[in-house]
Nanobody, 124 residues
Framework: QLQLVESGGGLVQPGGSLRLSCAAS????????IGWFRQAPGKEREGVLC????????IYDDSVRGRFTISRDNAKSTVYLQMNSLKPEDTAVYYC?????????????????WGQGTQVTVAS
């Protein structure tokens, strides 16, 4: 089955850290750019970060600059989102998606694969 699977979400206190994983199953991850997106309750889905096939990083949401980083391990077919200094406004369902380049689009149909999402809740 061809899919992306996110993991690593959970409940964390403000100022804490989480590392999300996005694992590819059934296809070769290193041919794809991988973007991380998030959707908070009642809000539109928004882009967070993206990593290209060559490892170049695009920041879609300036609020995460200096706090979130993205990396990839092609040998493990996994992309990571390291989130530090978390804030309550980071609370959302986080998704990863695969495309040929970091377009920044949030239109689901423009991506080859989407994960099912993992919940991140930042609260004291």
């Amino acid at each position: 089955q061809l899919q992306l699977v996110e993991s690593g979400g959970g409940l964390v206190q403000p100022g804490g850290s989480l590392r999300l994983s996005c694992a590819a199953s059934g296809f070769t991850l290193h041919y794809y750019a991988i973007g991380w997106f998030r959707q908070a309750p009642g809000k539109e889905r928004e882009g967070v970060l993206c990593i290209s096939t060559s490892g170049s990083i695009t920041i879609y949401d300036d609020s995460v600059r200096g706090r979130f980083t993205i990396s990839r391990d092609n040998a493990k077919s996994t992309v990571y989102l390291q989130m530090n200094s978390l804030k309550p406004e980071d609370t959302a369902v986080y998704y990863c998606a695969a495309e040929t380049y970091c377009s920044g689009s949030t239109v689901t149909s423009e991506y080859d694969y989407w994960g099912q999402g993992t919940q991140v809740t930042v609260a004291s």
